[in-house]
Structures are given as structure tokens and as C-alpha cells.
């Protein structure tokens, strides 16, 4: 069992299951078993995917004032390592999302971007994990610095990526050992955008996750560029938390056995069956049921 620290946003979601995205404007759209609220976030979700996969999760976050029930009353939350009632309001978001796998995204995050988490419970809680996954929220940046001078591997998930966004993300990026990215902004080939990054930061692994199209992965210490193709395990509902599954389930091959191809081969298995179930925390196979889909998709 490997221990992993994981830091980030909560928030509340709504998903909702369009026709077509861009929407058509109509007053009043009723329709049965499309709208679903539940917790969520990257971190959050991250949590519950390297937990069901058997790790030891230490989890820290910051929540509102507002004390919004669905968040305080998730066990989760409530049982999380370091919770830090700092901002105004619990953020949250609605998710849009077609059956082309296209998504368009609202998010508040309320004031994350003011806050100074507090270091030395985050601090004492990562002195044997194997690896800290931090969200690149502004409060991160602290918490990524003092990762490394402990000499902690530091993953990261950027979601996301812009060039107007490349400066705030700069100092995360040259701290992250491990990145994850998805395409939705790239103008570049896949490819070619990943091994710019490679030269830029000292990362020795990359993720490039490309929604239906699969992923771009970059391994310094394998001498590897690669391109895979998503897999199908199951029908798809809903990807929202796909990026997110994937990330958590390469890292919980990856570290400790460096072996980044049977990592993301996992990874892919991973986040293909978490699709088929609604919402971004629900889907999250064990080990054990990995492990079987494994033999029969990859042999």
C-alpha cells in the first residue's frame, strides 16, 4: 500500500446532460435523470480514486463559511486530514456536457485565489507518504515547495492549459516531477506541444490527456514520447473526472515502480470504466477488478 498526501479544491457540482454543446436557447428543458448535484473537484476526486485502489490518502482542503450541507456532512470531507473553513462560500460549478464527449464548464471559486494555507499541518502529515498530488490553486504553491525541500515526489494537475496561464502556472511547473494536462487549449500537435514542455521543466513525466482521442505521454527516464488510443471497457454517461481518475490510477502504478507504460495502459482502463457512471466521484474500480480488465483488454 502506498501513502500519497493530496491538496486542493472542493466544491459543489451540478452535471447536466445537454443535446449539443454549444446550447440552442429555450426557456424551459424537462427532461428526467439528467441533472445530477454531489461533491466533487480534482482533489476530492483524486482522493477517492487512489483510495479505491487501495492507498493510504492523507487529504487536505479548504471549504467556506457557508457551511454547505452537502459538503460538511460528506464523510470525506468531515474525515479529511486538514480542512480550512477560509473562503466566503463553498465553490462550485456546473458542468455541461453532449453525447460527443464535449463538456463546457462553470466554475466559482469564490476567493481560492487569496488564501495562504496554513503549512505546518501539511507539513506533518507527508513525512513517509510516497508521493503529494497538488491542484494548481494559489495556496498549492506553498505546499509544492515545502513537498520538495522534504524531498517528496510532486504530482500535479494543471487541467487546462492556456499560454496566457503559462506565467501563473510557472513556479508549479518547475516543482511538478510528475504533470497533468489536457488539450482543450493546445494549438500545437500533441506531440510537439508535450516535448516543448519537456524542454522547458525538469518534469520527468508528462500527461497529455486528449478526451476521445486518448493521450500523449512523455518519459524522461524511458526515452519515451507515445501516443495511446483511448480503450472501451463499458457505455458512456458522463466524462466529467475522466482527466482526474486517469491522473490518480497512473499514479498509483507509477510510483514506486517507475514503470510509466503499464502505469498509463492501467490509467486508460481506469478512467474508460469511471465514464460510465455518473458524475465526477462515482466509477472507481479496485485494484483487484483493474488488475482483470488488464489481462483481457491488454493480455
Known sequence: MK??????????ETIVKVE?????????ITKPNTIFTNVGGDAYNECLALRA?????R??????????????KDKLVSGADYVYPALEATPSAVILYDSERQQQIYEDIKNVRDIVFPLEPFKKNIGDVDCVVLANANFCKPLARAAKKMG????????????????YNRELMELADIIYL??????TEPDEFVRKLADSFPAGTIILGQGAKGLTIFSRGDDLLAHYKPVKTTEIVNTAGAGNSLFSCFLHYYVGTGDAVRA????LLFASYKIGHMGTSAGFLTEEELERWYHLIWG
Open 264 to 267: 498509463i495502459k492501467n490509467a
Open 182 to 187: 489536457s488539450d482543450d487549449n493546445i494549438v
Open 59 to 72: 487529504f487536505f482542503t479548504v471549504t467556506g463559511s457557508d457551511n454547505t450541507d452537502i459538503v460538511v
Open 53 to 57: 485502489l487501495g492507498n493510504d490518502v
Open 3 to 12: 501513502k500519497f498526501a493530496v491538496a486542493g479544491i472542493i466544491q459543489v
Open 152 to 167: 517528496k515526489t510532486v504530482a500535479v494537475n494543471f487541467r487546462g492549459f492556456t499560454e496566457e496561464k503559462l506565467e
Open 20 to 28: 449539443k454543446i454549444p446550447i440552442e436557447y429555450s426557456p424551459v
